[in-house]
Structure formats: structure tokens, C-alpha cells
């Protein structure tokens, strides 16, 4: 793990999984808390060169800081456990910017779970990790490479399974859609350059859009997603009833 | 300009604009259309070798295809003229894959301008082009300097001027907040580090914060714009008035 954005919150929320802090001089005198968060961890700390740092980098612009850590997935069972009400399903997301990118913003709308389908990156790669901004150890990620597995795992756990899918009838702000997204949902996106393949979206219980309103063609995965998951959230919020109260693991 | 759709765009919406095209035969092969459209304008096409796009590019990942065009920006005056009821500032925006993602976004959402203000990064940098997919050509762009003036001309244009800011008391999805936004509204985005400087939101008619549902500190530009500006959408078509015609451009 990179950065130390992603370091703090690993400490933050999994310390006992941070086993080995590489860090230089300077970014050691930079950020002094990440040292006190180790040492009160037990977490061994090297301090290395800025050109051993940019060896063990994963990117083009390293922070001096990178962490070994253990994997956070979980199995999806114990990802859509406690009933969901908000859930990400990324199938076949290859960019992983675009991956931990949508994971921060799954976190920031309050959702319950990412899960990783099909050939998608993985959550541990270096990029998709940064791009989190920590996210990753805030809600359950999963992985499952049987995308119609997912599926029936989400029904199993009281989620309806709606596809994002630019061509869709159905837009986001149609009254039938908004009635619908009041139950707990599980949003499934495509591929940032391909989308859904057209049996999944079949698959689902329903496909929307996010409208157009000007002349641009699409949206791309992360605004889409921000748009499809601050609207749930928003609707999900003002209709949540005391008798189903929201998880709070 | 560089890429397949970034150019379609511009023959599309500007075909006069668009003086000179560079194209590898590969490209060329895949493109058939964009030489008939280049043919219809009458705009030269010139055969260059892979090497030769590589070295016309600024991207990493050349496509083969690169168009030399006139400058799209136009006096903030004319991009603020007729009614405008949704705009978005950019405010010292300086990755330019940033800024051409909000150029997408607004533009999806029906925005009717974008002004890069302060010291804001070209809309005209060959990443920014090619994040913002085409939009760039779908609404006007200005570019002014003086972050005061930018918020004279939106309150000129009848804009309510908001700031987006994480720390705001307001929240997006208040009542009183989704109330002001019927309005005619300019949205205002800093910088991706850091944010607005406390004195351009105070002088901004009010600021209004995404709400962070889950743990994640904060959403990044993109996201968290494509959230203000689809919601102030849907708010201002829920409850558009006859009397007040969206701007048709």
C-alpha cells in the first residue's frame, strides 16, 4: 500500500493487518503521526531511499511511504451480510483508479459493500488502493468471478439488482425508478469502455440510465456511479422507515 | 486536438474550426468516417507516420490522430448570455483530465456554460480535450482570471453563486438547500488539492457541502460535481415553470 493518506487509514481501521512500514527520511519528518500509529501498532518500520521508495512504487509519482499489508476482500456471503441496503457490484472494471475511485465514492454515499465480478482489476493493485483514499478498509470488498453467482447472492441477501446502462429505458429521475430505488439495491456496473454485456444487463431485475440532459454521449464510470449512488442514497434516506433501521457495523 | 472522438465532435459542431488533420494509415483505415467528414469540410488531410503522431501527441497512449483547430473559449460575457439557469466555475482547477471530466459532466447535465477562473489550467490542453469527450464544443467555455469578476457576471446573469465546499454547514439534500437550487444557479469548484480559499466561499452567495454518508473523508472534483450538478438538474426540471423556458441555445 501506497501513500499515506491510505496508511493512515489502514492504522485507522486494521491496524493488526499493517505488517511493515518502508519509508524515507523525508517523508518520515513529514508525517510523524504515521510513525507514532505504527510504533503504538507494534509495526516495524524501515527507513529506506528515495530510490529503494521508488523501486517498491507502484506508481509515477511516489510519496516516499509504502506499506505491506494483508488483503482486505472478504468472501461475498460475509460482504452482504447484516441487510444491505446500498451495495456496488463493478464487473469487469479494468481501469483501477476508475476501481478505487468508485470504491470512494461507494463509501462516501454510505453504501454496504463493493463487489469485484468477473475479470475485474484487482482491489489490491497499487493505483486502485491510492485512489481509494482509504476506502477500501471502510466497507466490505469482495470478489467473485461468477457474475450470475453475484447476482443471485445479492436476491439472496433482499437486494434488488438494478444494471447502469446508458441505453436503458428506464432514466434515474422517472418517478417508477425513484418508488423502486427505495429498497435496498445493489448497482451493477460495466466496464468503462464496453459497459454491461447485454445478457447481464438481461439478468438483472432492471436496467436505468443516468439522462442526458445536453448533447454528451455518456458519462464515464465514476460520475456515473457518483450520480446512480448519492441518488439512492438520497431517496433511500428520506424514505428509510424506523422499522428498518439502517446496518451499523 | 487528439482522438477519434474528440475530433468527430469537432467537425460535428465547429467543422469550420477545424484547419488541419494528422493521421496514421492505420487510423485512417479505422476511421473512414472522419475522412469524409474532414473531405465534406474541406480541411486538409496529411498521412503521417506512427513516429511522426507519436511526437504531435501529449498523451501516453497516441491514437494515431491529431487535428489542429481553432480555440473554443469565448468572452464570459457571451458565455453567460440568455437566461442561463445552470453553470459551473472552476476555480484554479489544475489537472487538466479533471477539468475536461467536469466539462463531460456538466455538459451531460444540461449545464448551460463552464468559466475556468484564476489560475486554472488550459481547457484547450490536449488532456483536457480528451476527458472532456467533445462536450467542449456542446456549451460555451470562458476563462477569466479574477475569481471577483466571474461572480459579478453570474449575479449579472441572475445566478445565485454557490460554493462547494466538504466543510459546509449546508448539505446538499437539506430542504432549504434543494429549495434555493430551483433557482438559476452558478456552482463554484476549487482547486483538487485544495478546495476553495475560504474568502472566495465567503463571497459566494452561500456554500453547500456533498454529504459524506459513510467514512471516507471527502469525493474527489469529478464526482462530487457530477453529484451537485445532477441534483441541482433534477431539482430545477421537477420544477421548472412554463413561464421560465430552458435556455435553447
Keep these: 500500500m501506497e501513500g499515506a493518506q491510505a496508511v493512515r487509514e489502514a492504522f485507522a481501521y486494521a491496524a493488526n493487518s499493517v505488517h511493515e512500514l518502508f519509508v524515507t527520511e523525508q517523508t518520515a519528518s513529514r508525517h510523524a503521526d504515521l510513525l507514532q500509529q505504527a510504533e503504538a501498532a507494534g509495526t516495524r518500520v524501515s527507513t529506506v531511499t528515495p530510490r529503494a521508495a521508488e523501486m517498491l512504487s507502484e506508481t509515477k509519482t511516489p510519496q516516499g511511504l509504502v506499506a505491506v499489508c494483508d488483503t482486505v476482500d472478504v468472501p461475498i456471503a460475509e460482504a452482504l451480510s447484516g441487510r ?7 464487473f469487469e472494471v479494468s481501469d483501477p483508479g476508475n476501481a478505487g475511485t468508485v470504491v ?7 453504501a454496504d459493500a463493493v463487489v469485484f465480478a468477473g475479470d475485474a482489476v484487482d ?4 493505483k ?3 485512489a481509494s483514499t482509504g476506502s477500501l478498509f471502510h466497507l466490505p470488498v469482495a470478489r467473485a468471478r461468477d457474475a450470475a453467482e453475484v447476482f443471485d447472492a445479492c436476491r439472496s441477501a433482499g437486494l434488488r439488482v438494478v444494471a447502469a446502462d446508458g441505453a436503458a429505458e428506464h432514466k434515474l429521475d422517472d418517478v417508477a425508478v425513484e418508488e423502486a430505488l427505495t429498497g435496498p439495491t445493489a448497482w451493477v456496473f460495466g466496464n468503462e469502455a464496453h459497459g454491461l454485456p447485454a445478457e447481464l444487463t438481461r439478468a438483472a431485475d432492471t436496467a436505468v440510465a443516468v439522462p442526458i440532459h445536453g448533447a454528451a454521449e455518456s458519462l464515464n464510470l465514476a460520475t456515473a456511479a457518483a450520480v446512480c449512488l448519492y441518488a439512492t442514497a438520497r431517496i433511500q434516506r428520506i424514505t428509510c422507515r424506523d422499522d428498518e433501521p439502517r446496518r451499523t457495523s
Aim: net charge positive.
Design 104 to 110: 470512494r465514492v461507494a463509501d462516501a454515499a454510505g
Design 84 to 90: 444491505p441496503r446500498l451495495v456496488v457490484v463493478l
Design 123 to 126: 482491489p489490491h493493485n497499487g
Design 128 to 130: 486502485c488502493v491510492r
